[in-house]
Each structure stands twice: as structure tokens, then as C-alpha cells.
């Protein structure tokens, strides 16, 4: 694998290999003979009262990007004085297409410890694809509005700095590696075809070939579909599979037994402005009008018309599938289609008739609409003036199955090799028949956040396709649900499949609202001649390339190692296929890649989120962020208790509110406080000042003894960082070796 345009974290220079500095790195200090000469210098030139005295305790990595870098330099004294932060070369020479930072030293207590967080970035104006190396950060005092340096300490640095290429610039090479037996089975493929291989032999150990299972693997990621899920045109052509539907009175209404219709039927109306922000990709039609399919009886014994009554049996999809290299890949049946593995058989089985049903519902995507935008998920957030009602959030889903002709033909091809192998009779698969809409139930999901008689089925578009789900709630629950959509937390509910008679099983499949769900963007298609972007707004790990092959009585997959790759948002891939010719296209019955969403680029999944909320303006919502420096260490503690309070963690209420308490039990952690609301005033009516929130510290020793916090720290900044400066202010005094006693 090569990759183009894209940086390496291990970096070559001089012969020497050194990793780029990343976030709670601690800066090695190098002892410099210049820098006390000048330190020395400074001293001389400067009079009693221009001198300033103080020293560098650590300087800590709090932030790195391509661009950017954020440390905190933990000091004392310098009262009076300026502290510079300059970027260097390996040879200590200034690198001047690098900001510095430079800031006041602010008034504290003599030999109090401080912390100042200082931030560097490449300057604006620089080429596409410039790269700069740095090897050292020097960090010095002045006297505040004087140049002459009085104290340099100079840190081991080791950092490349880039101006990232356009993303549409970016091409990622990558070279497929056959797994198991796929190298042979293309050499012998080539061979019967006098085609030729470069191929080379496989670099993989032989490995496993066995059926594959629905009930004894754990899928282990979502499914790809490799063609476009069903739309309303292409529903209509599927109407010649589907079974004759007959007016059913039973059907009408049975939309979700949970919910009352006049509180759904209301909930409809007011939330009709999100829904139609939906993506529209699909012809809603609504359930009062659906007709469902009633079970029919044969006229003869002998009768081939089906019943529409499903059989009690089934077969097991995945057992005519067999993967080649089990050992080496990491698959599950969702990952070579998205129908549900039991394939049951119409009750009359001169019929030939089979039905399935989805795998599985996720969040719907208009790929016409790209990005974020063509997702299925709209959230609005309702205030008039600074009056926020208790139901101001209205979140509107849509779920579809994803499923696409090519799945369900090919799902039709290993049901007829299976009948065959049984000796069943086959003629047609099918779409489940329904006695009325699916039960879909989210109350799971929601369950202690939205009440059911909150939540409401707004439309359904089909009955095997996708539906609509609205509910309204308030603005706290609304922004932990966001908080956790972020964090690859998802919404997750069932889906119920009844069949028209009474004895049939009912199907139980999953639904999920997940921003990081795979098979959502559908940003990958295998292509030889067309270019392979990322269409997603989250990068993509390449994990394999599949193909699905006939045999004799079964289908058979094989698999080639894409090595992990991953490829950010709007980049192409450049495919070397010297293993993989041309003959597998006429031979494949599909051809995917399996892959899996990047969640480490917290900004796109950020972006995600902001690009889900439509209408009025959201409240100014964000989070506190704690940064440990090395309390634990200063004070010799086992863990540090964290209470906050704050007027702004209710929307509507400027009362001082507790927060949640943070148990720091490891330096250079960093940790989150969220929803914080800064909607509406910070100061009272009479001009009293409100601080954006404070916080208290308490010391808990490894005998278990504790030091209580006695003061409140006031802070503006949603980022603050923990050091021991921080801990001596809210005790009123340093735990270790200060003869201070301990609680209890």
C-alpha cells in the first residue's frame, strides 16, 4: 500500500526515526549551552527592578494537528514577566513560517504554580502540500514590553507540520492481497479462460472453507449493499414479486399498539414541518390506505396458487454460502446481504413460493443530496423569544432497509439451490406477507428519555422498506441524545413481522440510528473504470474486497485484504489490481468492499450533527472540558474528586444548578461535562456577575483519607486544565508535606 498526499505518523530524519508529539505527551527537556550564556546576558543587562525570576516546571502536548499545536507550560513566579513559545528546527534556528505565542505572566501568590496554555499554527498563505519539520520548542521570559531574554528553556520537539492537501486531491493507493485459497482459485480461473495472472502466490496461510451461518457468527460489521436501495420507481418494477395483496378491515389502523392514535394523529400534525425537511427519497404512502395480504385456501390438495400463510420451517439462507479464509476475515452474514437469513416457505408447498424479510433498518440516505444533509434525520428546535416550552425539540427519522434488486436476485439464486438440495420445490421468493404494518418499536431506545405517548409512526412507504418516526421531547434530553448519536451511541428499536395466520413465528430484526452505521452513505462501489471516491463525510476504513462466485449447489465468497486503509471524506482510491484481473468481473455474481466508519475525526462527526438540525435557531449549547496536568503526581494522591455547579446546565432556568461530579483518577486525562446551555442572559436582572461555572477539588489519599475543598473556582472558559496551582486554590494549601490534616 502506498498512500499519496496522506501523512505518515513515523517521520525519517537525518537516519533517525522519531514519532510526531500527540496530545499528554511531556516535553523532554535539553540542557543547551546558549541558552545559559543568554540567560546569563539577560541577567546583566538587566537592573534589580527589570529582573524577573521564576522557573519552567513542564511544558505539556495538550493538542497536535497537522496545522496546529496546543501545549500547556506549567511555571512559577515570573511575576511582572512574558513567557514566548518558539518553534524550532533540529538545529535550534527559528522556523518563521510558524506563529509564536507569547503571553502576560498574570498576578498570583509568590511561589505559586500556574499553568499557561500556549498555541502555535503554520501561517495562512502557504502552498497546498507544504511540509515543515521541527525538532525543538523554546520557551523564554522577558520583561513584560521588553525584548531581552532572561530565561530560555528549550524541549525535544519532534513534529511535522503541513498544509493538509484538498481533500478532492488526495488518492490513496492500495493494492488488494488475496486471502486464503482466492489466489488459486483466480489461477485457475485465468487459466480456463487463457487469460494470464501476474497474481503472485498469496502471502496468507491456507485457510478455512465452511459454511457459513447465520446462527454461530457475530456479525462484526454492517452490511454493504453495492447497488442503490430500493426507490419508489423501482418498488413498481418489484410489484411481479410481490404477493397479491386482497383489502384486509383487520390492517387499518394497527400502526403501534403503544401509542394512542389521537396522541400519534397529533403528533403527526405538529411535527409535519420536520418531516417534510426529510429527504425525500421515497413516495410515502400512508397506512390508512395500505392494504395488506389476508391468507387465502387452495381450491384442490393440489393447488400451486400459495396461501399466503407462512410455514413454521425455514430455510437457512447462509447455509448456501461458503467463505473461503473464515480464519482471516472478519464477516458475518450482514455483510454479504441484507436479507434476513430464515427464508420461510409459503404453507402450501406445491406452491414453490419462499418470503423474506430486511436484515435489518437503518437511517434512510438520499445520495442526491450528498453529505450529511441526505441523511434521514431532521431535528428542530422550537423557542420563542427566550421562552423554551418542555417539548421545544421535534426529532423526525426515516428508516429504510437498504435493500436492492441485486440482493434479493441474488438471495432468489441461493434459495433455489437450497430447495434443490432438499428437495423442495421452488418458484418464487418473495416479500413477506403482512396481516398489517410492521411493529416497530423504539421504546427501547428511548426508554426513561421520551415517553411512549411521545413518540408516534408517521408514515410507512412500504411495508418491507422503511417508515417514518417522530418524537418530541425536551431540550436536555434532546442534547444527550445528540451527545450520544455523537459518541457512536445509537437509537436502537425492533422491528415485528406478523404474518396473516396466527401460527406463523414472528420475525424480530433491529433498527438503529447511527451516524457511524456503514451501510447509511453507501460511499463506495468497486469500479475498474470509473473513479472510487469517498462520498461520506467520515473516512472510510477499507477492510477487504469480496467476491461471490456460483458453484455447483451453493454460492462462494472470496476475499482479498485491503489492509485497513483508511481514506478521508471526498478522497479517491487508486486500486493496483495486478491479483485481481479482469476475469473475476464475468465471473463474480457481486463484487463489494467491506469497510467501517473512522470515528476518530470527532470534527466530521460534528459537522454530521450540525447539518441534522433544521428550523429555528438550536440554543448555544457545548461542553466543559477538565484537563488533568499532573495533580495526582504534586500531591501524591489516589484520586482527585471534581464538583461542579453552574446557572447554565437548564435552558430555561438561570438557577444555580450541581453538575456532574468527575472522579480524575489519571494525569494528563481529559474529561467532558455536557450539556452546558448558554442561551440567554450571564448576568441577573440587578448586574450580578454569573462565571460560566465553577468547580471545587477534593484530595483522596491511598489510606482513603480526604482533603474537602473549602473554595469554589470561578472559570469563563468552557476548557480549563487540573494542575497542582488549581488544587492549592481550592483546598487553601498543598496536602503533601504540609502538615495539613485530612478529613476523617
Known sequence: MRITGVLAVLLMYAGQVFADVAAGDRLVRIDRTEDAVIGLIGDIFASDSDEVRGNIRSVTVLASTERTLQIAVEYSNFQGGEITGTVQGVQGVRLRKITQARQAVPSADPGSVQTMELEFSLQDGLDEGFELISGQLEISVTKRGQNVKQHISSFAMDKLWTMQLAPENVAIQVTPIPLGNAAGWVNSLTASTGGSSSGGSSTSSAATLRPLSAGDLQVASLRRAEVQPLTASRHLELAALTAERRPSTAATGRVNETVSLQRSESIRLNNKAVIEKLPQAYTKVSIANYTFAQKSTPTTPQSSEPTNEVGSNYLDLFQGVEVDGLDQVDVGPADILGVYGRIYPDKNANSGVFYYIPESYRLAYDADLGGAKGLGFRISYDRIGDEVSDDAVRMAVSLDSALSFQEIEIAEEIVSRLARRNSLKFTQLKAYPLAAPPQFDFSGGLAGRVDSEDVAVVALSNTLEGIDVSWTTDSITAQNLRRDLRDGIPISGTAAFNAPNNDAPTEVVPMRVELSNPSVFDPLHFSRTEAIRNISPLPVILKNLHVLVEKSDRLQMYSWSLDNTVVPPEASIELNL??????????????????????????????????????????????????????????????????????????????????????????????????????????SEDGEYWPLFEYRLSVIMPDGSVYEGQNWIASDNDTVVIGSYQVEQSLGYMPAGTGAEPVG
Open 578 to 683: 495486478d491479483q485481481f484481473p479482469e476475469a473475476i468481473d464475468s465471473a463474480a455474481t457481486r463484487i463489494w468492499f467491506q469497510y467501517a466508519l473512522d470515528r476518530s475525526c470527532e470534527s466530521c462527526i460534528d459537522a454530521v450533527l450540525d447539518e441534522l438540525l433544521s428550523g429555528d435557531v438550536w440554543p448555544d449549547t457545548g461542553a466543559l472540558t477538565l484537563r488533568a496536568l499532573t495533580p495526582l503526581e504534586a500531591t501524591a494522591a489516589a484520586e482527585i474528586w471534581i464538583e461542579t455547579r453552574s446557572r447554565f446546565f437548564d435552558p430555561n432556568d438561570r438557577t444555580l444548578r450541581d453538575g456532574q461530579r468527575i472522579y480524575l483518577t489519571e494525569d494528563r486525562g481529559e474529561y467532558s461535562i455536557q450539556p452546558i446551555f448558554l442561551t440567554g442572559q450571564t448576568e
